[in-house]
């Protein structure tokens, strides 16, 4: 049991926010992150979209979820979701 509970702790999770929510039980997340450019130095804003698996369909357009690295569900899911940090208002 201690072997399972060690893989779930190395498994990436990332904070993203909800863009769509159109498909049965599947969400669409954007992660942000920031690049600091090669050659002149400043910081930009670099978007990468998850596609995560969410059973209960609880999320919606503009939440702020954590989702965490799974085995792959689909051609393009390999992410769940794990909680909605916060609702949209």
Do not use: Q
């Not at 990436?12 to 992150?33: D, F, H, P, Y």
């Not at 979209?49 to 051609?75: Q, W, Y």
């Amino acid at each position: 049991m201690a072997e399972v509970t060690n893989l779930r702790g190395r498994r990436k999770t990332r904070i993203g926010l909800v863009t769509s929510n159109k498909m049965e039980k599947t969400i669409t997340v954007s992660v942000e992150r920031k690049v600091k450019h090669p050659i002149y130095g400043k910081f930009l804003k670099k978007t990468t979209k998850f596609m995560a698996h969410d059973e209960k369909n609880e999320c919606s357009i503009g939440d702020i979820v954590r989702i965490m690295e799974t085995r792959p569900l689909s051609k393009n899911k390999c992410w769940r979701l794990v909680e909605v940090v916060e609702k949209v208002k």
